[in-house]
């Protein structure tokens, strides 16, 4: 199974097309995005995963890790996957943060592009056993959000990212 570990924003990546949409509308950068300017959704320290992950290493059914950054999760998610093996992602079951869908919405950004460019709200995966995904969930959610979003099955491709975003 795969599992997301929620972000809390953009963390390292995507800042040269939030520069480019700032220099463009320089009125959003005081824009509110939940109770945050658009400057402060953007500047937000990168989530530290360590102390929410710690507690599995050594576990047999911990199979593979994946930090999302440039490349989104097909990017970074593939380096982990064994060849003859695929990733199928359900792209509705991603929980997109609200600053993503205010950078996309006002940047007039294909869902392709904010996919290759930023984390969409997942900001570390995992790859867990079936049989261990509940108590894996329960003890990541103890410091983040975290849900399944996927499941590891034979193909070629190491990662299909399937339906379509909800940004509802």
Excluded at 46 to 56: E, S, W
Excluded at 62 to 83: D, F, K, S, V, Y
Excluded at 140 to 147: D, F, H, M, P
Aim: charged share 20%; aromatic share 8%; proline share 3%.
């Amino acid at each position: 199974m795969v599992l997301a570990i929620a972000s809390n924003g953009l963390h390292t990546n995507g800042y040269s097309l939030v520069r480019m949409m700032m220099e463009r509308y320089p009125h959003i950068k005081l824009d509110r995005v939940d109770s945050l300017t658009f400057m402060e959704q953007i500047m937000k320290p990168h989530t530290p995963y360590y102390k929410a992950i710690q507690g599995l290493f050594g576990q047999a059914g911990l199979h593979g890790m994946a930090h999302i950054t440039g490349g989104g999760i097909e990017g970074n998610l593939c380096r982990i996957i064994p060849n003859g093996l695929s990733a199928r992602i359900e792209l509705s079951k991603l929980r997109i943060l609200d600053i993503f869908k205010y950078i996309r919405q006002c940047g007039n950004i294909s869902d392709a592009e904010m996919m290759h460019t930023f984390n969409m709200g997942v900001g570390f995966q995992l790859v867990v056993a079936p049989e261990d995904k509940e108590s894996m969930i329960k003890h990541i959610s103890k410091v983040y959000e975290c849900y399944e979003m996927g499941q590891i099955v034979t193909g070629e491709e190491k990662v299909v990212l399937e339906e379509k975003l909800n940004w509802l």
